[in-house]
């Protein structure tokens, strides 16, 4: 078979990395409690979803609730310029719920919150999730008692 | 995730932003990021290597430790080399009269319904197009390299979602046929570059282009390098 140029890694991220970055004026920073006392959620913009909750739409601004009992989490970024087969091998690749647990039940971080949640990235325009669903997404983990989010991207 | 970085902090909550790609880690600023080396999908670097997570996520949580705005590079890069491969057997012609594509897909099955079990269905076939529907998506995707216009082509949603599943299906048939974690980006050459529907979908992407689709039309069909 004639070879054709094959994709690398580092081309995507040439491709995407001037995507234009919203601009905050200060850094906002808050300090946690120790971490052996705080509860931990993941917050990961891969479109993660369980199989009967709405599928992320292109440009889809809003977030999912994850349950931390469930395991059926599946991804609907709609962008192919991600590798999926590490995420279809093992999930922690990408939301290490496992690996929380197990440093909880280590003693190293206080509690992993019942409920995770997840955004879709690429966006082009992140207006909307600065400034409705981000800040309503924060409301909600805080009631559910959040001191620590672990972000991740894919 | 930087711009959620810092409005979960204004609400009250510290963040550490894992991040893939320096550049944007670095112009976005979280108020606590890591950038970890590792290729774009595996933020957590090795798929089924716990120890290794464990190493991620202790120097992400070491940032918490501090008192300001902090950046911090991960020790270990996981660099893709551009080129590796998976090896994976793809099933023989069982109809001649189909086209190969949609063949193979057929063939493909057994194994795509292993790989859903493996997975629990992480990255299969299902955002638009169910498993049982995939060899008639590429049909419609071999239509346009035939020649018909892509709107009238029957693509079975956008394209570059329909695009998404086709891959997702292959990709997830690959698992179940290899026995272990395929390096990065491996499974996406193998189908891209050795199945005859990756031929069909290259090819597609091209009519599409030629035909002066829309851009995210044609050029989501494929990651954008191809």
């Known amino acids: 078979m004639e070879e054709t140029h094959l994709m690398a890694d580092s081309d995507i991220k040439t491709m995407t990395e001037g995507l234009p970055a919203p601009d905050f004026e200060t850094t906002a920073f808050t300090t946690p409690p120790p971490l052996s006392e705080a509860t931990v959620a993941i917050v990961t913009s891969a479109s993660l979803h369980h199989p009967d909750q709405d599928d992320f739409e292109v440009m889809d601004t809003g977030y999912r609730i994850l349950d931390g009992s469930r395991r059926d989490y599946v991804t609907g970024h709609w962008s192919p310029n991600f590798d999926g087969a590490g995420f279809a091998y093992d999930m922690n690749t990408v939301f290490p719920l496992d690996r929380l647990d197990e440093l909880a039940e280590r003693g190293l971080i206080g509690r992993v919150a019942d409920q995770h949640m997840a955004y879709a990235g690429n966006q082009f325009d992140l207006s909307t999730i600065q400034m409705d669903s981000g800040p309503a997404g924060a409301k909600w983990l805080r009631e559910q008692g959040v001191d620590v989010v672990l972000l991740t991207p894919v | ?226």
Not at chain 2, 25 to 53: H, M, N, V, Y
Not at chain 2, 102 to 116: I, K, Q, T, W
Not at chain 2, 205 to 216: H, I, K, L, S, T
């Open chain 2, 1 to 226: 995730m930087s711009t959620l970085a810092h409005v979960f902090e204004a609400e009250g909550m510290a963040t550490v932003a894992l991040g893939s790609i320096r550049k944007q880690i670095e112009s976005t600023a979280p108020p606590r990021g890591l950038w970890c080396d590792f290729p774009l999908g595996r933020p957590l670097g090795k798929p089924g290597d716990p120890e290794f997570q464990h190493r991620v996520l202790a120097a992400a949580f070491a940032l918490l430790d501090s008192t300001e705005p902090v950046f911090a590079e991960f020790d270990e890069a996981i660099p893709d080399s551009g080129d590796e491969m998976l090896a994976c057997p793809l099933p023989p012609r069982h109809d001649p009269d189909a086209h190969p594509a949609v063949d193979e897909s057929r063939g493909l099955r057994a194994a795509y319904d292993r790989g859903v079990k493996m997975s629990n269905g992480r990255f299969g076939a299902g955002r638009v197009v169910a498993a049982d529907d995939i060899p008639a998506a590429i049909e419609s995707f071999i239509r346009i390299t035939e020649g018909t216009p892509w709107a009238e082509a029957g693509i079975p949603g956008m394209p570059m979602r329909v695009s998404h599943d086709i891959r997702s299906y292959y990709e997830t048939a690959a698992l179940a046929m290899v026995d272990h974690a395929p390096a990065a980006w491996a499974s996406t050459r193998w189908f891209l570059d050795q199945t005859e529907t990756g031929k069909v979908m290259m090819a597609a992407r091209v009519a599409m282009q030629e035909q002066e689709a829309p851009q995210p039309m044609w050029f989501y069909l494929t990651p954008g390098d191809r």
